[in-house]
């Protein structure tokens, strides 16, 4: 092999190590956050929360994750702001029952995140921006939204498996 390519190929090696794992999580998932840049009214709940057996197809918001399974342990959440002109977050809930709908207050149009628990967000990203949050998870389910007003209940949320 010549000295070129083993160079190239340690290079290459380094450069996916870095977008696979963090030195401090076991595992990195990607998160986009996307809406359709149509506007809606948020002000009325467009009922596509969890557990709600709502046609998501009308969702103008949504939250995309890669990997969709990871295994437990330090798990590194990437999350990008890909909206051209909302401000969204991310915040990681563990959910017993995906039957169940979550804890919402109305007037607010958003989960009532006192009653539920949540390990971590990226709160209020800026169009474009990025953050990173690191969580021990454990084997289960986990849903991951956006809690500003209107924005869960426009299809913003997705569920994340950890065996």
């Known amino acids: 092999m010549s000295k070129i390519y083993v160079a190239a190929f340690y290079s290459t090696a380094l450069l996916i190590g870095l977008f696979t794992a963090d030195a401090n999580a076991d ?83 958003k989960v009532d995140e006192e009653s539920f628990i949540h390990l971590g967000e990226v709160s209020e990203l800026d169009p474009g921006k990025s953050g990173s949050l690191i969580v021990d998870v454990k084997p289960g389910k986990y849903i991951l ?3 500003l007003p209107g924005h869960y209940m426009a299809g913003m949320w997705t569920m994340l498996e950890v065996r």
């Open 27 to 109: 595992a990195l998932v990607n998160v986009k956050l996307t809406d359709t840049g149509v506007v809606t009214d948020l002000s009325k709940s467009m009922g596509l929360g969890m557990a709600m057996n709502a046609d998501m197809s009308k969702a103008t918001m949504s939250i995309k994750i890669n990997p969709v399974s990871v295994l437990h342990g330090k798990v590194k959440f990437y999350v990008t702001n890909a909206s051209s002109s909302v401000i969204h977050e991310m915040i990681l809930s563990p959910v017993s029952d995906t039957k169940k709908t979550l804890p919402y207050i109305d007037k607010d149009n």
């Open 145 to 147: 939204y956006c809690n």
